[in-house]
Protein backbone atom coordinates (compact mmCIF):
# COMPACT_ATOMS: atom_id res chain seq x y z
CA UNK A 1 0.00 0.00 0.00
CA UNK A 2 1.42 3.64 -0.90
CA UNK A 3 0.50 6.68 0.98
CA UNK A 4 1.32 9.77 -1.00
CA UNK A 5 1.28 13.32 0.92
CA UNK A 6 1.46 16.45 -0.19
CA UNK A 7 3.13 19.28 1.60
CA UNK A 8 0.97 22.11 2.96
CA UNK A 9 0.72 24.62 0.94
CA UNK A 10 -0.10 27.09 3.80
CA UNK A 11 2.83 25.37 5.80
CA UNK A 12 5.35 27.92 4.56
CA UNK A 13 2.80 31.06 4.46
CA UNK A 14 1.94 30.57 8.14
CA UNK A 15 5.73 30.01 9.56
CA UNK A 16 8.42 32.03 7.24
CA UNK A 17 12.09 30.54 7.42
CA UNK A 18 13.48 33.48 5.45
CA UNK A 19 16.08 35.24 7.97
CA UNK A 20 16.64 38.77 5.77
CA UNK A 21 15.84 42.00 7.36
CA UNK A 22 15.60 40.50 10.90
CA UNK A 23 17.70 41.36 14.12
CA UNK A 24 20.62 39.39 15.42
CA UNK A 25 19.98 37.11 18.18
CA UNK A 26 21.66 38.25 21.27
CA UNK A 27 23.07 36.73 23.98
CA UNK A 28 20.54 36.08 26.77
CA UNK A 29 20.54 38.54 29.60
CA UNK A 30 20.68 37.30 33.61
CA UNK A 31 17.21 39.10 34.73
CA UNK A 32 17.19 39.45 38.69
CA UNK A 33 13.82 39.14 40.41
CA UNK A 34 12.30 40.25 43.35
CA UNK A 35 9.15 38.66 44.88
CA UNK A 36 6.30 40.53 43.85
CA UNK A 37 8.12 41.57 40.26
CA UNK A 38 7.11 41.05 36.76
CA UNK A 39 8.71 40.45 33.68
CA UNK A 40 7.61 41.48 30.29
CA UNK A 41 8.54 38.41 28.33
CA UNK A 42 8.77 39.77 24.23
CA UNK A 43 8.90 36.76 21.48
CA UNK A 44 10.04 37.74 17.83
CA UNK A 45 11.35 36.43 14.81
CA UNK A 46 15.35 37.00 15.26
CA UNK A 47 18.52 35.65 12.42
CA UNK A 48 20.76 33.48 14.67
CA UNK A 49 23.83 32.02 12.57
CA UNK A 50 24.31 28.29 13.00
CA UNK A 51 27.42 27.21 11.52
CA UNK A 52 27.73 28.33 7.86
CA UNK A 53 23.63 29.01 7.60
CA UNK A 54 21.88 31.66 8.98
CA UNK A 55 18.23 31.01 9.39
CA UNK A 56 14.56 32.50 11.53
CA UNK A 57 14.32 31.31 14.94
CA UNK A 58 11.83 32.68 17.77
CA UNK A 59 13.56 34.82 20.45
CA UNK A 60 12.79 35.72 23.79
CA UNK A 61 13.78 38.95 24.46
CA UNK A 62 15.78 39.63 21.22
CA UNK A 63 17.85 36.14 22.44
CA UNK A 64 18.51 32.11 21.84
CA UNK A 65 17.37 30.92 24.65
CA UNK A 66 15.39 33.34 26.11
CA UNK A 67 16.82 35.11 29.16
CA UNK A 68 18.05 33.41 32.68
CA UNK A 69 15.90 34.49 35.71
CA UNK A 70 17.29 34.66 39.15
CA UNK A 71 14.30 34.85 41.17
CA UNK A 72 14.70 36.05 45.13
CA UNK A 73 12.91 33.39 47.76
CA UNK A 74 10.10 34.90 49.71
CA UNK A 75 10.88 34.50 53.35
CA UNK A 76 8.57 32.44 55.00
CA UNK A 77 6.48 33.76 57.94
CA UNK A 78 7.02 31.59 60.90
CA UNK A 79 3.59 30.74 63.08
CA UNK A 80 4.54 29.72 66.36
Do not use: C, W
Request: charged share 20%; net charge neutral; proline share 12%.
Amino acid sequence: MHHHTQPDPLATESFPTDPAGLPEAGRPALLELAPGDTLDLTVGPVAKRLGATTVRMLGYNGSIPGPTLKVARAARSSST
